[in-house]
């Protein structure tokens, strides 16, 4: 049986700011989140659980990697997508790394199923415009969207300065916290790890964190929203 969502986003919000838990890695003694491994449980079968309604989505005037500005309300609508925070020098193996992984994995399944690919947005925001440039993001892009050669749906964006990305930032209630001791320009941060599942209608049905983030489960997750999407057209058309 399926945890409800709300429950499922608690522990998941919890664990964020717990240490890392689940796999051994084998390397000097580190902890890997579940999300690098197999699931340790078979995935619930998309369609058969609902995904409830948490938040209305936010938007935003980002920037995308041509330096244009971007309105991200645009990108949380009419598809489902999903949307996560980093900034691209992080080394935290549980943390940005981690995320991208998971949406490249999400995004290796859209190349392969056209349903996913047509209908799947990706989104990721850097919340560093001082060392994630336009210029840099691009670079991080092409790194990441040549997969089997489809051409993916997946929006790298970044901001002006930390002025303009922290109204998004507290929109999405994602916790960022800048380490102003680093020297060099190349700034750490403290943060919450969350990825956001949302619907055409720009809702916010899933929320996910370290303990709870996993390929398998949001791409099941992600079909089972199409497959509402799907039922909804069809009732609205007999």
């Keep these: 049986m399926r945890l409800s969502c709300h429950f499922v986003v608690l522990l998941g919000l919890l664990a964020a700011s717990c240490s890392s838990i689940a796999v051994e890695s ?3 003694g580190a902890y890997l989140a579940p999300g690098w491994g197999k699931l340790s449980f078979d995935a619930p079968e998309a369609g058969t659980y609902q995904l409830p309604v948490l938040l209305s989505a936010a938007g935003g005037t980002l920037l995308g990697t041509d330096g244009r500005p971007v309105e ?16 691209r020098t992080c080394d935290d193996v549980n943390g940005c790394p981690l ?36 210029a840099a993001m691009a670079d991080y892009e092409r790194s990441f969207v040549n997969i089997d050669g489809a051409e993916l749906d997946w929006n790298f964006l970044t901001s002006e300065s930390d ?76």
């Excluded at 995320?99 to 850097?126: C, D, F, N, Y």
């Excluded at 049905?205 to 999407?229: A, G, Q």
């Design 26 to 28: 084998g390397r000097q």
């Design 72 to 87: 991200l309300s645009e990108l949380v609508e009419n598809k489902v997508t999903l949307l996560s925070f980093i900034f």
């Design 99 to 134: 995320s991208t992984m998971v949406l490249r994995t999400v995004a290796a399944h859209m190349a392969k199923e056209p349903q996913l690919g047509e209908r799947l947005r990706l989104v990721t925001i850097s919340f560093d415009p001082q060392n994630d440039t336009p």
């Design 163 to 238: 002025e303009q990305i922290k109204p998004v930032l507290d929109a999405y209630q994602q916790f960022v916290v800048r380490d102003v001791t680093k020297s060099g320009g190349r700034g750490k941060f403290s943060h919450i790890l969350r990825v956001y599942l949302i619907d055409p209608e720009a809702q916010i049905r899933n929320i996910y964190s370290m303990s709870f983030l996993h390929p398998d489960i949001l791409v099941n997750d992600v079909k089972t929203l199409l497959m509402e999407e799907t039922r909804s057209a069809v009732a609205s058309n007999p």
